[in-house]
């Protein structure tokens, strides 16, 4: 069946916004409202004046979403689609970790459950990770939760010592060196760009590294021809079609599989969005004192986000 009219139509009587991200399939992409990182769905999101959010992502995004625009019902496809780097940080475990530096703030990576945001002090995405911990004194003792490789490229570039929570995204931490010094090898003209989840062996070699958003941008401006892309293969899709006499090639996660797809945001499909689009389910509850706590860290980056021009 085609769901592509049927969601459009839908989307039009019910008066619904569908946010995307760069992971996605192509056609969930081509249908949503707005495509893009974790940082830009979560503005979209707060400024949203729709009837219905339609979340094609994974669930931290659609309940940060849900967080900063409490009284529109959020809809995530598939309850299902978590993301390996929250469900690393268990709260009781986070809570324990979080006594033996009682004298540190909480900087949390967006990719966390709500219950995490209520332990923290001030949220980042990849697209302003540098930003949100460097608008802290040098002295500042800071812990970074949950990514271990994005807070240790934060660490090596501002020269700070944060206490890291050993987290991973298992899409990107598996990304490795090996595949990509033979792509290079096959193709000398081209530039490596790497997400900051990647582990520090890729970031070391990459020529470019960013968040989604960010790395799209440097595929438009940047004048090669060719790139190594060292993320989720989804963002390929708005590469390709933004620069289309541009060629772009995928990291083998080893050498007998591609298995670069994140399994969580890949559990969205267009048959899963127009069912819940019709259904008006699932969708995503929050009790509201969790709402409470857990969205000022979110506004806070939002607010500094602004200041700083970064969205
Ligand atoms: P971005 O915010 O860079 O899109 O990253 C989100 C994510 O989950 C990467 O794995
Ligand atoms: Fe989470 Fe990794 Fe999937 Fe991003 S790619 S949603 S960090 S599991």
Redesign the pocket.
Known sequence: MDYKDKILQLKKDKNALILA?F?QIPEIQDIADFVGDSLGLAQKAAEAKSDIIVFA??H??AETAKMLNPNIPVLLPDLEA?????DSCPLDKFREFKKKYPDHIVISYI?TTAAIKTETDIVCTSGNAVQIVESFPKDQKIIFAP?KNLGGYINRITGRNMVLWDGT????DILSTEAIFKLKEENTDAKLIAHP?CNAAVLEIADYIGSTTNMLKFTQSDKSKKFIVA??TGILHQMQKNSPDKQFLVVPSDETCSCND????KLNTMEKLYFCLKNEKPAITLDADIIEKAKLPIEKMLDISKIMKLI
């Open positions: 991200h992971y992502g994974v931290f995004m978590g993301c390996s780097l929250a990719n990514d995204c298992e899409v990107h989840e993320t989720e994140c399994p969580y945001m």
